[in-house]
């Protein structure tokens, strides 16, 4: 999962960065899901619930330009830095 907190006055060019992510992301090898949620009582935070074959095919995703990219292009139009909370289904 990760979490994306833009500053008030960026929210649609985060908005539209987050969103060009998804089709590159469920491209890559091993993802298993990928899908962006904008909060509805905080509409600052954004977050992606990720599912991923594997720990080494994540850490390609978090190197893969189009993440790259969305680092680049949202540099400065965060709150704090993308958070990134590592989960295993157990359920």
Same mark, same amino acid.
């Given at each position: ?6 500053k008030? =006055? ?8 987050? $969103?060009? $992510?998804?089709? #590159?992301?469920?491209?890559?090898? +091993?993802? $298993?899901?990928?899908?962006? &949620? ?17 720990? =080494?095919?994540?850490? &390609? &995703?978090? =190197?893969? #330009? ?8 949202t540099? +400065?139009? $965060?709150?704090? #830095? =993308? ?9």
């Amino acid at each position: 999962m990760a979490e994306v907190k833009a500053k008030t =006055e960026f929210i649609h060019v985060v908005k539209r960065s987050c $969103l060009a $992510l998804v089709a #590159p992301s469920r491209n890559e090898k +091993g993802c $298993l899901g990928y899908n962006l &949620h904008q909060s509805t009582e905080n509409p600052n935070l954004f977050v992606f619930f990720e599912s991923w074959e594997t720990m =080494e095919d994540l850490e &390609h &995703h978090l =190197e893969s #330009p189009s993440a790259l990219v969305f680092d680049e292009k949202t540099a +400065g139009m $965060l709150i704090e #830095p =993308e958070r990134i909370i590592y989960l295993e289904k157990i359920s």
